[in-house]
C-alpha cells in the first residue's frame, strides 16, 4: 500500500508567521510531489509542484523535497488569514496521485 | 481557458439506483482521471483515462466504472448505489497523465448523496 502520511492538525499560527506543512511517502520510485489547498466545499487547487530534491519556491511558498528521507514539506511565509484551508499533499504512483488526508491550517489575525 | 467541467453538481439518490457523472476536461488535455473525497478516507483514486483507453484503477468494486469518448470527455457510472457512496467525485485532467511530471487540475466536482 502506498501511502501518503499528514498531520491531520489543525495548525494553528498567527498572521503574518511562518507555516509549515510536513508530508512523508512510501513509494521510493514517486518522482512528482504536490501540494493542493482545498477550502471548505472547493475543489483542490494545485498550488506548487517539485520533481527533484532541494527548495522550490513561488511567492509566499516554499516547497522542499528530500527523497532520500522520503519527506515533503510546504512553508507559508508571512500567512494571512486567507490561507486557512486544508493542504494535501500529493505524490505521483503510476498515472495516478496519492493523495495525503491533509493538513488543516488556520491563521488567526 | 476554461477549467475542467463537471455536472451535475449535486445529485441525490436512493440505495440500489445507479448514477452518471460527466466531465470535460480542459481543453487540449487527453489524461482524465476520477477520485472520491469522503471526510474519512480523503482523496481516493478511482481510475484514469488516456485516448479512451483506462490505463490504472483505484481498488474501487466493480459497480464503479468509467468511460472516455473520442473528444477526451469522460464519464464515469456508479451501479446498484450503496449508502457508502456518498462522496464527492472529483474529476481531474492533465495533458498526458501523471507519469510525464504534469500537473493535474481538478473541476468543482459532483457532491453524491445516496440516501
Known amino acids: 500500500q502506498k501511502e501518503v502520511e499528514q498531520n491531520s492538525g489543525p495548525l494553528s499560527v498567527p498572521e503574518g508567521a511562518i507555516a509549515s506543512l510536513n508530508c512523508t511517502y512510501s513509494d521510493r520510485v514517486s518522482q512528482s510531489f504536490f501540494w493542493y489547498r482545498q477550502y471548505s466545499g472547493k475543489s483542490p487547487e494545485l498550488i506548487m509542484s517539485?520533481?527533484?530534491?532541494g527548495d522550490k519556491e513561488d511567492g509566499r511558498f516554499t516547497a522542499q523535497l528530500n527523497k532520500a528521507s522520503q519527506y515533503v514539506s510546504l512553508l507559508i511565509r508571512d500567512s494571512q488569514p486567507s490561507d486557512s484551508a486544508t493542504y494535501l499533499c500529493?505524490?505521483?504512483?503510476?498515472?495516478?496521485?496519492?493523495f495525503g488526508k491533509g493538513t488543516s491550517l488556520l491563521v488567526t489575525p | 481557458k476554461a477549467g475542467v467541467t463537471q455536472t451535475p453538481r449535486y445529485l441525490i439518490k436512493t440505495r440500489g439506483q445507479q448514477v452518471t457523472l460527466s466531465c470535460s476536461p480542459i481543453?487540449?488535455?487527453?489524461?482524465v482521471s476520477w477520485y472520491q473525497q469522503t471526510p474519512g478516507q480523503g482523496l481516493q483514486f478511482l481510475f484514469e483515462y488516456f485516448s479512451e483507453t483506462q490505463r490504472n484503477k483505484g481498488n474501487f468494486p466493480g459497480r464503479f466504472s468509467g468511460r472516455q469518448f473520442s473528444n477526451s470527455r469522460s464519464e464515469m457510472n456508479v451501479s446498484t448505489l450503496e449508502l457508502g457512496d456518498s462522496a464527492l467525485y472529483l474529476c481531474?485532467?492533465?495533458?498526458?497523465?501523471?507519469?510525464?511530471?504534469?500537473?493535474?487540475?481538478f473541476g468543482s466536482g459532483t457532491q453524491l448523496s445516496v440516501l
Open positions: 500529493a505524490v505521483s504512483s503510476g498515472y495516478a496521485l496519492n
Open positions: 517539485i520533481y527533484s530534491n
Open positions: 481543453s487540449g488535455h487527453r489524461s
Open positions: 481531474a485532467s492533465s495533458l498526458r497523465g501523471m507519469d510525464t511530471n504534469e500537473k493535474l487540475f
